[in-house]
T-cell receptor, first 113, second 114 residues
Framework: DGGITQSPKYLFRKEGQNVTLSCEQN?????MYWYRQDPGQGLRLIYY???????QKGDIAEGYSVSREKKESFPLTVTSAQKNPTAFYLC????????????FGNGTRLTVT | DQQVKQNSPSLSVQEGRISILNCDYT??????FLWYKKYPAEGPTFLIS?????DKNEDGRFTVFLNKSAKHLSLHIVPSQPGDSAVYFC?????????????FGQGTELSVKP
């Protein structure tokens, strides 16, 4: 079954620690995205990558970093510089053409205390 | 600056009746619009889309209407079913001008009561 796998589903960290969220896809999609969902704010774009070894900042990239060393993988690191890291994080991919719909993973709920 | 707005955070509808979810946008460069449906603790799933060259697109019980002059789109679900209860996000992109990044609205939580 093709799809996007995000792990873990729930993640707890202490303030000041970096944490990396995993996203793997077997859809052979070129483009991958990271979004953050907060109550009442919809989905906001953190980073995206249109091709391997290339990525761009989205609207709220501060405090986050990504890498795209393989087509299948697009991990997101939430650094200690991110002021409000507690959120629901969603990874997505698309086949490339700009009007192709996004396929989303089931998300990771990160709680930082 | 919220370029895509869903002003109703929630909507409650009786089973069998029509559900109408609304979305407004401010960026006149947007030329492609999508609706996603999201259940709790899951990722959104694509529902239906419309290009700015059309004013209506229909897929089964779901119809999206686009009014470009009013910068408004709506999703009609008829007849509504309890399984339609979810959060619905509209999204827009400027495919030919601004790199095609999707901008999402805040979401509307639909509750369909039996």
């Amino acid at each position: 079954d093709g799809g996007i796998t995000q792990s873990p589903k729930y993640l707890f960290r202490k303030e000041g620690q970096n944490v990396t969220l995993s996203c793997e896809q077997n859809l052979n999609h070129d483009a991958m995205y990271w979004y953050r969902q907060d109550p009442g704010q919809g989905l906001r774009l953190i980073y995206y990558s249109q091709i391997v070894n290339d990525f761009q900042k989205g609207d709220i990239a501060e405090g986050y970093s990504v890498s795209r060393e393989k087509k299948e993988s697009f991990p997101l690191t939430v650094t200690s510089a991110q002021k409000n890291p507690t959120a629901f994080y969603l990874c997505a991919s698309s086949s490339g053409p700009l009007n192709s719909p996004l396929h989303f993973g089931n998300g990771t709920r990160l709680t930082v205390t | 600056d919220q370029q895509v707005k869903q002003n109703s955070p929630s909507l409650s509808v009786q089973e069998g009746r029509i559900s109408i979810l609304n979305c407004d946008y401010t960026n006149s460069m947007f030329d492609y619009f999508l609706w996603y449906k999201k259940y709790p603790a899951e990722g959104p799933t694509f529902l239906i889309s419309i290009s700015s060259i059309k004013d209506k697109n229909e897929d089964g019980r779901f119809t999206v209407f686009l009014n470009k002059s009013a910068k408004h789109l709506s999703l009609h679900i008829v007849p509504s079913q309890p399984g339609d209860s979810a959060v619905y996000f509209c999204a827009a992109s400027a495919v030919h001008n601004q790199g095609g990044k999707l901008i999402f609205g805040q979401g509307t939580e639909l509750s369909v009561k039996p």
